[in-house]
């Protein structure tokens, strides 16, 4: 079951993705992506996790300890629940970014390609967002007063 689990989590991601990625324009992607609960199913698959074994999740979690994280990750359970946080997290994120570069103008092609970096590699995909998001920020320049 946990297996099962563990490959369903991205797969009850995938399709929201595929909208951000694949269909920017289609005027039901914004729609869709409109409630920040398309995070839910993945975090669903947390909580099945998280509840029966949140006595030995709480200890790592509230004092970490790299001994402790690394012995709750080796668990079949461990792995499927950081997946689940992971998948969630990097949704919720490429949702954000997905809303800030349609309010933003930022070119769809570009981020399509940086919302598929976040799906592998969350963290450089942010950074790589913020700098096209900063690279695209109007240059502002002073308002002169009449003295």
Do not use: H
């Not at 869709?32 to 979690?61: D, K």
């Amino acid at each position: 079951m946990t297996a099962a689990l563990f490959q369903l989590t991205f797969y009850l991601a995938a399709p929201f993705w595929a909208l951000m990625i694949l269909a920017p324009r289609w005027s039901w992607t914004p729609r869709v992506l409109a409630s920040p609960w398309v995070t839910l199913l993945p975090l669903a698959i947390y909580l099945w996790f998280a509840v029966p074994y949140f006595g030995e999740l709480w200890p790592v979690v509230s004092q970490p300890d790299l001994e402790a994280l690394r012995a709750y990750l080796a668990q079949p359970y461990g792995a499927a629940l950081i997946w689940a946080q992971l998948i969630a997290f990097d949704l919720f994120i490429g949702r954000w970014m997905y809303f800030e570069a349609r309010s933003r103008g930022l070119p769809t092609v570009l981020v399509s390609m940086i919302l598929l970096l976040t799906i592998f590699l969350s963290p450089i995909g942010l950074i790589a967002f913020l700098a096209l998001r900063e690279a695209r920020r109007p240059v502002r320049r002073p308002v002169e007063t009449a003295a």
